[in-house]
C-alpha cells in the first residue's frame, strides 16, 4: 500500500467518527486515549517507541458529535450509497447519471443522481425514464449516518468496512 498511512477513528460506542492521519492514530493509542482496533500498515518509530501504525482505533471516552444533516454529496458518496453497482440493470457502475436529465432540468442533488454502468448511462443520454420504460427498483434518497461523512471523501481501506455498516462494494 502506498501513500500516507490513515486510520478509521471509532467512538467509544464502535460508530465511525472521521478518518485521521496514522501517526495521528497511533499518538491517540500511545497516550491512551484510544486503543488500537486493527492494525494498518506502517511504522510509528521514535527514540522510545516503535509500533504498527492502527488501520482503526476506537477512543477510550464517548465524545458527543454534533449532528450533521448534510451529506456532502460526491462521485464516491453515491458509489458507496448505491452499493458501487448501476441502478439500472445491477452491473457495476463506472459513471454518475442524473435520473433527471440536467438538459431536463435536473438537480444535482441526492434524489437525481445515481450510479450507473457506462453502457446504461449511454442508452439513457438526455432521456427521461418514462421514454425508456426504465424503472428504479428504489428512489434515490440522501443517506444519512455517521459513516458517510468518512466515505464521501475517500475509497475506504478494507479493513474500516466492519466498522462502516455499508452495503458490499463492488470491486471495479
Ligand atoms: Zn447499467
Redesign the pocket.
Known amino acids: 500500500m502506498s501513500g500516507t498511512a490513515v486510520a478509521l477513528v471509532l467512538n467509544a460506542t464502535y460508530e465511525p467518527l472521521c478518518v485521521v492521519p496514522g501517526r495521528r492514530a497511533a499518538v491517540l493509542v500511545l497516550t491512551e486515549k484510544a486503543v488500537p482496533v486493527s492494525e494498518g500498515d506502517g511504522l510509528l518509530r521514535s527514540s522510545s517507541t516503535l509500533m504498527v501504525l492502527p488501520a482503526v482505533v476506537r477512543l477510550t471516552r464517548f465524545v458527543r458529535v454534533p449532528f450533521r444533516p448534510h451529506v456532502t454529496l460526491t462521485r464516491r458518496a453515491v458509489f458507496a450509497r448505491d452499493g458501487g453497482?448501476?441502478?439500472?440493470?445491477?452491473?457495476s457502475?463506472s459513471t454518475i447519471d442524473h435520473v433527471l436529465p440536467r438538459s431536463r432540468g435536473g438537480h444535482h442533488t441526492w434524489d437525481n443522481v445515481v450510479a450507473?454502468?457506462?453502457?446504461?448511462?449511454h442508452?439513457k443520454a438526455d432521456r427521461m425514464l418514462t421514454e425508456l420504460g426504465w424503472r428504479l427498483r428504489q428512489p434515490p434518497t440522501a443517506p444519512t449516518g455517521v459513516a458517510w461523512r468518512v466515505l464521501g471523501h475517500r475509497t475506504p481501506d478494507p479493513r474500516w468496512l466492519n466498522w462502516l455498516g455499508l452495503p458490499e462494494q463492488e470491486s471495479a
Do not use: E, F, K, L
Open positions: 453497482r448501476c441502478v439500472y440493470c445491477g452491473h457502475a450507473a454502468c457506462g453502457r446504461c448511462n442508452v
